[in-house]
């Protein structure tokens, strides 16, 4: 199911010579290099955003202190995309042509980085672990892009295939926001009912970004009997779907989230209201590895920063940022995009913070492969499975 882009020796090739070399060195000053994002610090999905934001700060603040990379500090230039188009491309735009950033990092919305590449791309601007993962993160030309985890279409379709198989349901239906990511996530569920002789795909329901309304939804899924619905809305608008199932008496139905859903307040959610919950992801939830030698050093570090125990954005922001400086610190002195390129290349290492493996090569820039399916349990998420 892993999701690759292969690219030809020669095709390449002949890329990496098109590309050109005065553009390489945007961002890179004898003392710093200007990293960007654009990311959703005050929109449906800041309780993803803000955390990624404050967790890979964390990590250029340790960096920092400690001298840089190869004598060069790390400046985090971050825009509010507030989860809006027009938004995001001003962001884009700024961090682009005005503060020149190297590389952009961890910019969340599948929408938003797909619109952003368009401007990334002739640049010759990296664009590593967005907070997608959508397919599109890794369409032609995948030279300068770098995923982080397997996409949400492999993500859902692999879980869909392990809860039909395990609970008996015989119809999947989905509810999501028509965008770039819902429609990925409505597709993955229509596609695994398609190719499994024993799974309807049944019915769908389609909502706005601020729906908070979804009685009628669930009572028309419930008539046309679904079984297993696929989840594509924000992360308020998951925990309100999860309890108003629950008021209605629907507590047959199965929810499968992808990663957009799979974050520590929905578990957190007080009585219960999400108990039952699965979804798919690249990691294992933090708060259920506290305990853990790294777990619990990044957890200390970040509480010390914000007051606050980190919630599972901030986890993948401080992993996202130590992916990032690894391959800088491969890169070596002489940093260019193409040295940068070969550097993320070349990764291959366990991540104990997100407790999966890790690795690049040239024709694969997919970080991790392995899908953990998880199910919430006592306000905590449970892993059920790893599947590939």
Same mark, same amino acid.
């Given at each position: 199911?892993?999701?690759?882009?292969?690219?030809?020796?020669?095709?390449?090739?002949?890329?990496?010579?098109?590309?050109?070399?005065?553009?390489?060195?945007?961002?890179? $000053?004898?003392?710093?290099?200007?990293?960007?994002?654009?990311?959703?610090?005050?929109?449906?999905?800041?309780?993803?955003?803000?955390?990624?934001?404050?967790?890979?700060?964390?990590?250029?603040?340790?960096?920092?202190?400690?001298?840089?990379?190869?004598?060069?500090?790390?400046?985090?230039?971050?825009?509010?995309?507030?989860?809006?188009?027009?938004?995001?491309? %001003?962001?884009?735009?700024?961090? #682009?042509?005005?503060?020149?950033?190297?590389?952009?990092?961890?910019? &969340?919305?599948?929408?938003?980085?797909?619109?952003?590449?368009?401007?990334?791309?002739?640049?010759?601007?990296?664009?590593?672990?967005?907070?997608?993962?959508?397919?599109?993160?890794?369409?032609?030309?995948?030279? &300068?892009?770098?995923?982080?985890?397997?996409?949400?279409? !492999? %993500?859902?379709?692999?879980?869909?295939?392990? &809860?039909?198989? %395990?609970?008996? #349901? $015989?119809?999947?239906?989905?509810?999501?926001?028509?965008?770039?990511?819902?429609?990925?996530?409505?597709?993955?569920?229509?596609?695994?009912?398609?190719?499994?002789?024993?799974?309807?795909?049944?019915?769908?329901?389609?909502?706005?970004?601020?729906?908070?309304?979804?009685?009628?939804?669930?009572?028309?899924?419930?008539?046309?009997?679904?079984?297993?619905?696929?989840?594509?809305?924000?992360?308020?608008?998951? #925990?309100?779907?999860?309890?108003?199932?629950?008021?209605?008496?629907?507590?047959? &139905?199965?929810?499968?989230?992808?990663?957009?859903?799979?974050?520590?307040?929905?578990?957190?959610?007080?009585?219960?209201?999400?108990?039952?919950?699965?979804?798919?992801?690249?990691?294992?939830?933090?708060?259920?590895?506290?305990?853990?030698?790294?777990?619990?050093?990044?957890?200390?570090?970040?509480?010390?920063?914000?007051?606050?125990?980190?919630?599972?954005?901030?986890?993948?922001?401080?992993?996202?940022?130590?992916?990032?400086?690894?391959?800088?610190?491969?890169?070596?002195?002489?940093?260019?995009?193409?040295?940068?390129?070969?550097?993320?290349? $070349?990764?291959?290492?366990?991540?104990?913070?997100?407790?999966?493996?890790?690795?690049?090569?040239?024709? !694969?820039?997919?970080?991790?492969?392995?899908?953990?399916?998880?199910?919430?349990?006592?306000?905590?998420?449970?892993?059920?499975?790893?599947?590939?």
């Amino acid at each position: 199911m892993k999701f690759l882009k292969t690219i030809a020796a020669g095709t390449f090739a002949a890329a990496a010579l098109a590309v050109p070399p005065a553009l390489a060195d945007q961002g890179v $000053s004898d003392g710093e290099i200007v990293v960007g994002s654009v990311s959703d610090l005050s929109g449906v999905f800041a309780a993803f955003g803000a955390p990624s934001v404050a967790g890979a700060q964390l990590h250029f603040d340790e960096v920092n202190a400690a001298g840089g990379i190869h004598g060069r500090k790390i400046r985090f230039v971050v825009e509010d995309s507030g989860y809006q188009m027009p938004k995001a491309m %001003q962001g884009y735009n700024k961090l #682009i042509n005005r503060d020149k950033v190297f590389a952009m990092l961890l910019s &969340l919305g599948t929408p938003m980085n797909i619109a952003g590449m368009k401007l990334m791309t002739p640049k010759n601007i990296p664009n590593v672990t967005p907070m997608s993962a959508a397919r599109q993160m890794l369409d032609e030309p995948i030279r &300068l892009r770098f995923a982080g985890s397997a996409s949400y279409y !492999d %993500q859902t379709r692999l879980g869909a295939r392990y &809860l039909a198989g %395990q609970h008996g #349901i $015989s119809k999947a239906c989905t509810m999501f926001i028509p965008s770039d990511f819902g429609k990925e996530i409505e597709e993955a569920m229509r596609d695994e009912a398609a190719s499994n002789p024993a799974l309807e795909y049944a019915a769908e329901t389609t909502h706005k970004p601020d729906d908070a309304d979804f009685v009628g939804s669930l009572q028309k899924l419930n008539a046309e009997g679904c079984g297993l619905v696929g989840l594509a809305l924000g992360v308020r608008q998951v #925990i309100t779907v999860l309890a108003t199932a629950k008021k209605l008496g629907l507590t047959h &139905l199965v929810f499968l989230g992808s990663s957009g859903a799979f974050h520590t307040v929905i578990a957190k959610v007080p009585g219960g209201v999400t108990e039952g919950l699965f979804a798919t992801s690249g990691w294992v939830d933090l708060a259920s590895r506290a305990q853990e030698p790294v777990p619990a050093a990044f957890i200390a570090a970040y509480m010390k920063a914000h007051g606050e125990f980190p919630s599972t954005g901030a986890m993948l922001g401080y992993f996202g940022a130590t992916g990032f400086t690894r391959a800088l610190e491969k890169a070596g002195r002489e940093l260019t995009v193409e040295t940068f390129l070969a550097a993320m290349e $070349s990764l291959d290492y366990y991540d104990p913070l997100s407790d999966n493996h890790v690795n690049y090569s040239a024709d !694969d820039h997919q970080g991790s492969d392995k899908t953990i399916l998880s199910v919430v349990e006592g306000e905590n998420w449970k892993v059920v499975a790893r599947l590939e």
